[in-house]
């Protein structure tokens, strides 16, 4: 007997993501529910070799389900998330505003997968920011070997990640610099984001840091360990999909760099392309529709004691979303369920 499942904003970027994983994953579904906005009604949407046809999520009813993945944004999911809980279907939500809730897991399975228990508090797993999710995989087993004191991360993220107008946005206005007469403003960002980059993602907070920089930092501290110290500078970059990140680490105990590289080629998640000649790593086009976080550059930082340079790099629509959301469907099944 298998899993009733529910993809609530089935016809988003993320949503469709999701149903795409669940079928390449062979999720042992025996239903798979595509649940949308009114508007969105009938929408056809694939899961693997079916079509679904999109229902209405207003006035859904989940008893009956196992889960429901949330791909509705924080203002939808604080509406119909307690719902679905209350009728015993436990919401896995990609949404932020779950995230702080000290009562409710934030999970990354290659990270810590024993905090799925915690699910019965809320009958809600929260799904982390894309940017912190690909970081965490990288620095948890690192951390386990020699205690991770600092990280300071830059991040380079794709367009993909503010949603369907964004990346519209980009390729009108990338065709529209060629082609007099058809130029397009900004909207969706701040500034020109063809052949540009933009350090400004979500709204900025009284520090100066952006809200983005601050999810990295919240999160890596639930996540991994709230003693490590973390700064981030979030930039968004013309790439459709996929995100980059140049992330520096300050450990507690000496680690070498070709130690380090063998602890990441056995992680859980991860894959290291690191040879030190041209085209030797990863770049986020490579990434794209890979389940995989790819580790490259790994280097010592001779300017802190016990340093470390990593350059990481991952599709952010599947770890970034809708992989983790799946892989904790997974998790919520082999440990709790034990369903199929």
Known sequence: MGYKVVVAGATGNVGREMLNILAERQFPAD???????????????????????CKDIEGFDFTGYDMALFAIGSDATKKYAPVAASQGCVVIDNSSLY????????????????AVEEYRN????????????????????????ARIKRVVVS??????????????????????LYVPGQEVEPSKFTKQIAFNVIPHIDVFMDS?????????????????????KVTATCVRVPVFVGH???????????????????????????????KREPGGYMTPVEAVGEFATYISRIRQDSTVENG??????????????????VQIAELLGNRVLKKG
């Open 99 to 114: 995230r702080y809730d000290p009562e409710i897991p934030l999970i990354v399975p290659e990270v810590n997968p024993d």
């Open 244 to 274: 980059s990140e140049s992330i520096n680490i300050e450990f507690e105990d000496f680690l070498d760099e070709d130690e380090a590289r063998d602890i990441l080629r056995e992680a859980p998640g991860i894959l290291v392309i690191d």
């Open 308 to 325: 470390l340079n990593l350059w990481c790099v991952s599709d952010n629509l599947r770890k970034g979303a809708a992989l983790n959301a």
């Open 31 to 53: 239903e798979v529910v595509a649940l949308a906005s009114r508007r969105s009604i009938g929408t056809e949407v694939s899961y693997g070799d079916k079509t679904l046809k």
């Open 208 to 228: 100066g840091d952006t809200k983005e920089e601050w999810k990295m930092v919240a999160e890596t501290k639930k996540i991994v360990d709230p003693a490590i």
């Open 155 to 176: 991040t380079y993220q794709s367009v993909s990640g503010a949603g369907k107008e964004a990346i519209d946005e980009l390729w009108d206005q990338t065709k529209g």
């Open 122 to 145: 809320k009958m809600i797993i929260a799904n982390p920011n894309c940017s912190t999710a690909q970081m965490v995989v990288a620095l948890k087993p690192l951390h386990d070997r």
